[in-house]
């Protein structure tokens, strides 16, 4: 209700705040109408509104130049992104991917890490999540899965370094889903076997996606069903090593994993 009462509110607000007279105070209406659009998506009717918040942003977007307001335009290039990946959701998933990965892509010009660290920090695990969905539509290619899964891992490194290299600074994603996810894409890259075949390039991968796991368990101790879940990865890592490597590889796996949760772990294997 509340979510309609601010869509009432500011087309209201459009029928006098023109493009001609204020086009600034037009152009951040459109945003706050966007996001106002965007909110109710998660309601009800996504499909609509979701379709009707890109076509705000896409009003909004012409006032602010990229040279003269480029945090402003940054901002609204991340907005679009985020309302074609709800839009992937429901229908064209491949094609509203892509569009959100351009719009992320784009906003990342100007959402540098030295400008707005925080706000880069969060278009770039955005875009690692529009390119994990991508990688595992069924019409994606072996070739362009390998690619994206790539690309997916690149951005949220990215994020993640950022992330940890703001302490004390609040982020508007989750830190311990992004080393999940993370961790979810080196494993694809490492069992899937027609993406490598060279066995240390594999260990490597799953190196990378117990470390990720691990790492993420160690944030959510006090979120039992969120640390079930990780765990589940971390014993399903552990049992990758020893498929795709052998009793070696397992016990590579169990040496970094800690002592304490080795009582629970050995009896799943």
């Known amino acids: 209700e509340n979510g309609q009462q601010a869509v009432t509110a500011y087309s209201e607000a459009l029928r006098y705040r023109t493009e001609e007279m204020e086009p600034l105070k037009y152009a951040a209406c459109h945003n706050n109408l966007g996001t106002a659009y965007w909110h109710l998506a ?56 892509q569009q959100a990965i351009d719009a992320y892509s784009e906003a990342l010009k100007y959402r540098t890490p030295a400008n707005v660290p925080a706000a880069c920090a969060a278009t770039q695990n955005n875009l690692g999540t529009a390119y994990w969905h991508l990688a595992n539509q069924s019409q994606t290619t072996k070739e362009a899965r390998q690619k994206y899964l790539q690309l997916c891992i690149t951005a949220y490194e990215e994020a993640l370094a950022l992330a940890n290299s703001l302490s004390g ?101």
């Open 42 to 97: 998660q309601y009800n009717q996504p499909v609509v509104h979701l379709k009707k918040a890109i076509a705000s942003y896409s009003l909004a977007l012409p006032h602010y130049s990229a040279d003269d307001e480029p945090l402003k335009y940054g901002m609204i290039q991340n907005n679009i992104g985020t309302a074609y990946w709800n839009l992937a959701q429901y229908e064209r998933p491949a094609e509203n991917l």
């Open 169 to 269: 600074v609040p982020l508007s994603f989750d830190v311990f889903a992004t080393h999940n996810n993370l961790g979810l894409a080196h494993y694809q890259l490492a069992t899937e076997q027609y993406f490598i075949t060279d066995k240390a390039i594999r260990s490597q991968h799953l190196e990378a996606s117990l470390d990720n796991h691990l790492q993420a368990l160690n944030g959510l101790s006090k979120q039992p069903e969120a640390y079930q879940t990780t765990f589940s990865y971390v014993v399903k890592t552990v049992r990758a090593f020893h498929n795709e490597l052998g009793i070696q590889g397992q016990n590579l796996a169990l040496s970094k994993v800690p002592g304490q949760l080795l009582p629970e772990i050995l009896p799943k294997l």
